[in-house]
């Protein structure tokens, strides 16, 4: 089965209702054919500066609350209780969070209208490869610019290029506290010391870096390991917003990665028997370099790559082709591209993907027609089917197995979806003649049957959204 509504399931994000399906054209070739003409920049959101001037005033009209609150208690043990400015702290903690829904719409429209659905699917992949949560407010403004900014330029560089744009943005460097992180032999660190205030080594950057972004779990590193990047890693910290030690002294344009020499653990560093010696940023560079072409990073990425294209079980075979793809070409992303495309697993329909809560909506608005929604009720809907945007429950990510995503409620908040849906898709779409466009040789004569036999044009519309081929790609 290659016909182009199954390419455009399993590689793309479905086709659009208003696109003509071409039962001849060549699937591996128009995949591939993407990887030369992707539009990296969406135009119409919100810059890094303005979400870190946003941040950094909450912070400022915070502090300034706070700071009321305890001149007046010091003035009248009775005003203790006083509430702090508590409209101008919740304003300007919205003023914060408005950047969300601006990229969550910016995301979905891109995504409903692209030329180039696989790698929108790639840009995707690798935003929840490298997942942070905006439920945390020091990330909630950037964490849609991580993608913009640092994923969907990089989509069709290395897997290094990739990785380092990732982990110097505020987003990751906010989640995983990494800007908070200070070197105990430090300048600042060796100061608070003797101060009697001892500042600390955050790991958490570190470890995910090693379990979750590059090698994986238990692949052959130890806690020493771990701590040992982190010393590395000291010094890498944001510009300007932010609290801590690391905001106060790293000097740059607010939201801008900048290296803080007074922050970082100074000396040679041995990380899984490789020698790096002292050289301020470039040492924690140096060790993402290396972890970036290690053989373990390969067969971590080849079976994230086999398990969202293929099946929850990912074949053995296909992981080794991109695997050897990935170690040959040091990490080059078009060259695993093509490799996956050529894998012939990814293709075969009898082992069927369930879609995510966002895969599903982006299939279903494709389907009926949809260019855009307003950004609160893209935020609203994708919180409703369970995955919200940008907030995954760990640094893990969203699961990519039907078992994350197939339980009883999930699909009766489908079905409900489904039916808002095809009510707002009005009376111009027609299931009858939708349904073999976008399902293609997919479409089962049950789905068939029903939508023909459906009371209403809505309705049918609704069964064709909700049937158990659009729930899979």
């Keep these: 089965m290659t016909d182009r509504s199954f390419a455009e399931s399993r590689f793309g994000l479905g086709l ?46 915070r502090r300034e609350a706070r700071m009321e609150q305890r001149a007046a208690a010091a003035t009248s043990p009775t005003m203790t209780d006083m509430p702090m400015r508590d409209p101008e702290v919740r304003a300007a903690r919205r003023a914060a969070r408005d950047a969300y829904p601006q990229l969550v719409g910016a995301r979905l ?6 030329p180039t659905p696989f790698l929108e699917r790639m840009t995707h992949f690798w935003s929840n490869h490298f997942a942070v949560s905006a439920q945390k407010l020091t990330v909630v403004g950037f964490a849609g610019l991580l993608e913009m900014e640092a994923i969907r330029p ?40 003797a101060r009697g205030n001892k500042r600390g080594l955050n790991e958490n950057l570190a470890r995910e870096i090693l379990e979750l972004h590059t090698l994986g779990v238990r692949t052959g590193y130890a806690q020493a ?50 020698h790096y010696a002292e050289g301020g940023e470039e040492q924690a560079r140096s060790v993402l370099s290396a972890l970036a072409v290690h053989p373990a990073t390969a067969r971590h990425i080849a079976t994230k790559l086999a398990r969202h294209f293929a099946a929850d079980n990912p074949p053995a075979a296909m992981v ?108 111009g779409v027609d299931a009858r003649a939708l349904a073999p466009k976008v399902l293609g040789s997919r479409l089962s004569a049950r789905t068939n049957s029903a939508i023909a036999r459906a009371e209403s044009p809505e309705t049918g519309l609704a069964l064709l959204l909700a049937s158990p081929e659009m729930l899979r790609r």
């Excluded at 990732?166 to 010391?193: C, K, N, T, W």
């Excluded at 935020?379 to 990510?397: H, I, K, N």
Aim: proline share 6%.
């Design 109 to 114: 429209q891109s995504a409903l209208t692209t």
């Design 16 to 61: 659009r209702g208003d696109v003509a399906s071409d039962a001849t054209s060549d699937p591996r070739g128009w995949a591939a054919a993407q990887i030369g003409r992707f539009e990296a920049k969406i135009a119409g959101i919100p810059t890094r500066a303005e979400v870190a001037a946003d941040l950094g005033e909450f912070y400022a009209i």
């Design 225 to 274: 390991d771990v701590t040992e990047f982190a010393r590395a890693l000291t010094g890498w910290t944001v510009a300007g917003v932010g609290r801590g030690a690391g905001a106060r002294i790293a000097q740059g344009s607010p939201g801008d990665f900048v290296f803080a020499a007074q922050l970082h653990q100074p000396g040679a560093r041995t990380i899984m028997g490789r």
């Design 320 to 427: 080794a082709r991109i695997e050897a793809a990935f170690l040959k070409s040091g990490g080059d992303l078009p060259t695993v591209y093509r490799a996956l495309i050529d894998s012939p697993e990814a293709w075969d329909a009898t082992s069927t993907k369930f879609r995510s809560p966002w895969d599903w909506t982006v299939a279903a608005l494709r389907a009926t027609r949809f260019v855009e929604l307003p950004p609160e009720a893209a935020v609203a809907l994708l919180r409703e089917l369970g995955q919200p945007a940008w907030q995954p429950p760990s640094p893990a990510g969203w699961g990519d197995d039907a078992a994350s995503w197939a339980g009883p409620d999930a699909l009766v908040r489908r079905v409900e979806t489904a039916q808002h849906i095809a009510q707002r898709a009005g009376e």
């Design 154 to 193: 990089n989509v069709t560089g290395t897997f290094g290029d990739i990785l380092l744009a990732v982990e110097r943005h505020p987003a990751m460097l906010f989640y995983l506290d990494q800007a908070q992180s200070i070197g105990p032999d430090s300048v600042v660190g060796a100061r608070a010391a």
